[in-house]
Structures are given as C-alpha cells and as structure tokens.
C-alpha cells in the first residue's frame, strides 16, 4: 500500500511563492501517477495539476496555469508544486493523491475519483 505525506505548505503575502512535496512510499514510484488537489473552506475538492509516472506528461487547472509547475523525481520518490504569483484564492488545503495506470489525459487525470491513495494534506493560506 502506498503512503503519502505532504509538506511545504504555510502562509504567505498574496504574489509570492510555496513549494510543496510529497513523499511516498510502500510501493515503486515510478509505477505511480500523482495528482495535487485543494479544498478550500466551504467548497468542494478540485483539481490542480498531475503528472504522469514517468514525468513527461503534465496537466493543471486553468486557474494556475503559468503560475504553478508540478514536478518529481521518483528516485527520491518524491512529487512537488511549485507555486508562484500566489492569489488569496489560492488558499486551501493541498492534498497530493496517487492513481494507478490510468490513462494520461486532462479528463482521467483530473478526477479525483482515480486516486485510490491521498495524503493527510498541508494548508496553504495566501494573505492579501
């Protein structure tokens, strides 16, 4: 089974940046695809970026496109999202969440309903 611990999350000024990881473990991560997903008071669960097992394949919201960048290494078994020019609605509770060959594409990827494993979750507040 696998696990998965999020960091990096924190408060910061409204145009800044916050790196965030995620650590997995239990089972090999380049057999993993990695998504990142927020949850912002009082609203539903919604999609920010994955990436694919490999890396080469990546995919974010519209809302964060050119200002968010999803990353790993699975040598490190590690994912990452580095998010920059930060928005007070922005703020949220990021989770990272890992499916199991799925098929690369915005709409399969972008179901939080493919993730079968989910990390405890790391807030994020954007003060403006």
């Known amino acids: 089974q696998v696990q998965l611990v999020e960091s990096g999350g924190g408060l910061v000024q409204a145009g800044g940046s916050l790196r965030l990881s995620c650590a997995a473990s239990?089972?090999?991560?380049?057999?993993?695809?990695m998504g990142w997903f927020r949850q912002a008071p009082g609203k539903e669960r919604e999609f920010v970026s994955a990436?694919?097992?490999?890396?080469?394949?990546?995919f974010y919201a519209d809302d964060v496109k050119g200002r968010f960048a999803v990353s790993r290494d699975n040598a490190k078994n590690s994912v990452y999202l580095l998010m920059n020019s930060l928005k007070p609605e922005d703020t949220a509770v990021y989770y990272c969440?890992?499916?199991?060959?799925?098929?690369?594409?915005?709409?399969?990827?972008?179901?939080?309903?493919?993730?079968?494993?989910w990390g405890q979750g790391t807030q994020v507040t954007v003060s403006s």
């Open positions: 990436i694919s097992r490999s890396g080469d394949i990546t």
């Open positions: 239990g089972r090999t991560f380049s057999t993993i695809d």
């Open positions: 969440a890992a499916a199991f060959f799925i098929p690369h594409n915005i709409v399969t990827m972008s179901q939080s309903g493919n993730f079968g494993v």
